[in-house]
């Protein structure tokens, strides 16, 4: 993924805080020799684990947070992943096709300006490790609960325990290390004040599906450029 200088972001504060609140991805696995990766669609929770000061992977072999996630028995991923698991979580949201007009420099005519989309993405690079003792598979679907419905108003996950202990053994659970974190918010950074200004005001008369978001970080990114 390119990611030029006014697309990156800020700190790791910026996408931790943006991952905090895009929990579905795709966790992209290693094939066999001849055959292209395998890519698995799953919601995961993001645990950060630290805060760091850059979204370079640490030196001192600690890592940038875990996710943790679960996958059926039966998945194709499983042998993939005991003979790599070296893998990539790829998120990306909050994007839009602009209209070139939009984009036009001021002292360019509307029909000259060249269309683009505006998204932020994250990968997460990460050391993948199998969950597969029932208490501990427990504790990770534990976790994701309190991510995913933390109102409650479900049973309790414990292992051997009805009515969720008989089912642990058609799951195996996965913890994700991140080592290395790339991340992206292409929201027309390099554009003058009255271009972007422009943008959001598009997006804003558009009203489409994620216009809202996309302009919403625009004008974040933009009232914080360097």
Known sequence: MLIHPWDAARDDAEWQRWLAGHDFGQLAVNGGPGEPPLVQPLHFAYQSTRSTQSTRSTSDGGTLGSVLAHL????????????????????????????????????????????????????????AHIVDGPEEKAALLRAQMDHFQPEGGSAPVT???????????????????????????KYAGHRTDAVRQRIAEGLAARGGPRDASARDLQLRRGATAP
């Open 159 to 185: 292992a051997g325990e009805a009515p969720y202990g008989r089912l642990l053994s058609g799951i195996r659970g996965l913890r994700l290390e991140v080592t290395d974190v790339r991340a992206k918010f």
């Open 72 to 127: 059926a028995r039966p998945n194709p991923l499983w042998p993939a992943l005991d003979a790599a698991p070296e893998v990539l979580l790829s998120v990306v949201d909050d994007y839009v096709f602009v209209p070139g007009p939009w984009q036009a420099p001021e002292d360019t005519p509307p029909e000259h300006g060249v269309p683009t989309s505006l998204y932020a993405a994250v990968q997460l690079r990460c050391t």
